[in-house]
């Protein structure tokens, strides 16, 4: 009020106070969580906390020459004190990632020690394992004491060890993680293909007829995850009632095949996330004035015309705020594929859940979840652009035209 702008000030801090709620639960629930897996799959401490004084004898080495005796004596220590506080078998697993069978390595040498204080070290070193006297086995120390590595990145994309071919992302991991996109993509335009004219029916249903609309499209929302997964293998399976109901319509000769298949988790993904697509589409449809078709048609355009140039540019917004969110939930599915998919149709979250329970590679599993994030936000950037790109291309058609 004098100018100062005191009162204002004194506004901009009480719609501060208003957030600062907002913002806590987000980095509490979204930035703490999403530092946390970068900082397990891409910082690592546990060879650098097993084998300090081993490291500190290697830091001068050059893997050219010869392996100095006190990284020898250091490593008996390392091995004797980490052997006690059990404290030796991830850091052991982490090396063994780099170089196999040094896991089995480590261990062995460390029992002989703790057996035998007093033994001779350079001895008990060469009956142990003749990894020992292998240069690489302490470069791949001093490598990988290093808290800061991509090594799991570099596993991501590796070719398999088993000598399978490897698939076309260059890797188990890799070819997963592009099968998780194809996957996601496809379930994102075949709910929009179905979803968008459902959505334009409810909006333009007459009254009587748009709540029984809506109560149907809410049934998927209604049941659990599981089952709907459940419900969805029991209409596809051999000589269930979608099989019949094609060989009975004459559609089929035989059996469709559906169940365990790349088709079946389309159909079950699509119908469980059709209505994420729907009410983010109808909202935006919804609030687009009637008038405006009206007059378009007055002015001498057609109604599909009026419906391309005046009507489908409005909804756009809605149309990519529902693919973004069919999309990044269809990144995180792994039950329904699990079920009502084959082992080719898995999907990258089923892995890092495979990893993290069966396995106990949190390093790993982070590093995958990691790399899902990256994907989720590379792939809702890419739909944002293109229903950009789309509606630049709508509007630019009816100005020209």
Not at 163 to 173: N, Q, T
Not at 232 to 249: R, S, T
Request: some cysteine.
């Amino acid at each position: 009020m004098n100018g100062n702008g005191s009162p204002f000030s004194a506004n901009r801090l009480a719609a501060a106070g208003f957030l600062f709620p907002a913002i806590v639960a987000v980095l509490l629930m979204a930035a703490l969580p999403l530092a946390m897996v970068a900082s397990k799959a891409f910082y690592d401490t546990q060879v650098r906390d097993a084998f300090p004084a081993t490291l500190e004898a290697l830091s001068g080495w050059d893997q050219g020459a010869p392996v100095p005796d006190k990284a020898r004596s250091a490593l008996a220590d390392d091995l004797r004190t980490a052997y006690e506080a059990q404290t030796l078998a991830g850091a052991a697993s982490k090396l063994n990632e780099r170089t196999n069978g040094l896991r089995s390595a480590i261990m062995a040498t460390a029992r002989h020690l703790a057996r035998d204080s007093e033994a001779d070290i350079a001895a008990t070193l060469e009956r142990s394992s003749p990894l020992w006297a292998a240069r690489e086995t302490w470069a791949t120390i001093k490598a990988a004491g290093r808290p800061f590595s991509l090594s799991n990145l570099g596993r991501v994309f590796a070719p398999s060890p088993s000598g399978r071919e490897a698939g076309p992302a260059g890797g188990v991991y890799g070819d997963m993680l592009a099968r998780t996109l194809t996957i996601s993509f496809g379930v994102t335009l075949l709910t929009v293909l179905i979803g968008y004219p459902l959505a334009y029916a409810l909006t333009f249903a007459p009254p009587g007829l748009k709540r029984p609309l809506f109560l149907l499209s809410f049934i998927p929302l209604w049941m659990s995850l599981l089952g709907r997964a459940a419900a969805w293998v029991i209409l596809l399976q051999k000589g269930g009632v979608v099989d019949m109901a094609a060989q009975a319509l004459g559609l089929a000769s035989g059996p469709l095949e559906l169940l365990y298949s790349r088709a079946g988790v389309y159909i079950a993904m699509t119908h469980v996330l059709l209505p994420c697509f729907v009410y983010p589409c109808y909202s935006a449809m919804a609030n687009i004035p009637r008038n405006q078709v009206t007059a378009a048609l007055s002015l001498g355009a057609s109604g599909w015309r009026s419906f391309w140039i005046v009507f489908v540019p409005q909804t756009l917004g809605g149309v990519a705020a529902g693919a973004t969110l069919v999309f990044v939930l269809a990144m995180g599915f792994y039950l329904t594929p699990a079920l009502v998919g084959g082992p080719a149709d898995q999907m990258l979250s089923y892995m890092v859940s495979e990893i993290t329970l069966r396995i106990g590679d949190t390093a790993m599993a982070s590093t995958l979840a990691a790399l899902l994030i990256a994907a989720m936000i590379v792939g809702a950037l890419t739909i944002h652009m293109t229903v950009y790109a789309l509606r630049r291309l709508l509007l630019l058609r009816a100005w020209t035209s």
